[in-house]
């Protein structure tokens, strides 16, 4: 007699990681870019001639919106996060390409979000002019214990009819959202830009956005290792209303 198989155990998060796999990415992409225009093939020797006056060029081309010379640099990151984060992420289609994990070709592991004790449970207003605020402990208690026995419920159901014979394609189906995913996400520095004057809340933004937290979450990280690539581009984004040229 066979033994029944032991289900696989759920896991439960309440992080995002972001790692930079790759990048080709430096302030001076934007400064030989910027400077063709009118130097031509000489563009290239100018990048270490001034220091000053790099820096003034580069927020030039941010403050009035000269946008073409961050785009000649790239990023690659690989991202790990709920999907419902990633369906969000998709809307950034211009300058943006993207690899999710294929629950077609590999069965899915049993890893799953739930929000943690910082996370703002309660939404208060209306869209556009709405406010989250801390939830009570029971309210936690409530969503943590729904998730899990939720999330436990749907897994057990991908394993039985993946037992049985029935495709993975199929079988996903009952998955939540909720269940982490992995991407690469490669992007350039504009569209970056663009992403994180969407996707964060910044005291300097000139424009405010209400994003979802976990998107954030992502949208925090990418940005503190664009920041160590390209000092001077991150501190004229800033300067400028953190807003996209």
Wanted: one cysteine or more; aromatic letters at 10%.
């Amino acid at each position: 007699m066979t033994d029944t198989p032991e289900p696989t155990k759920a896991h439960f998060r309440d992080d995002v990681t972001v790692d930079l796999v790759k990048s080709a990415a430096a302030d001076s992409d934007v400064l030989f870019a910027a400077r063709v225009s009118t130097a031509g093939e000489q563009s290239l020797e100018e990048i270490t001639k001034d220091p000053e006056r790099s820096k003034g060029l580069i927020n030039y081309l941010m403050r009035d919106r000269h946008g073409s010379p961050f785009e000649h640099n790239s990023m690659t990151f690989f991202i790990s996060a709920p999907i419902f984060v990633f369906r969000e992420f998709m809307r950034h289609r211009v300058g943006w390409s993207y690899n999710e994990e294929s629950g077609r070709y590999r069965e899915l592991e049993p890893v799953f979000y739930t929000p943690g004790e910082s996370r703002k449970l309660i939404q208060r207003g209306r869209p556009g002019k709405y406010e989250f605020v801390e939830g009570t402990p029971e309210q936690h208690a409530l969503t943590t214990r729904v998730m899990e026995d939720s999330y436990r419920q749907a897994y057990e159901a991908y394993q039985e009819m993946l037992a049985a014979g029935v495709a993975r394609e199929v079988a996903r189906s009952v998955l939540p959202v909720g269940l982490f995913s992995t991407m690469y996400a490669t992007c350039n520095a504009r569209s970056l830009m663009h992403f994180l004057g969407l996707r964060t809340q910044h005291e300097l933004a000139r424009v405010p956005s209400f994003p979802q937290r976990e998107i954030e979450m992502v949208g925090e990280q990418m940005e503190q290792h664009w920041a160590r690539l390209m000092p001077l581009t991150y501190a004229a984004f800033n300067k400028n209303g953190r807003v996209a040229p």
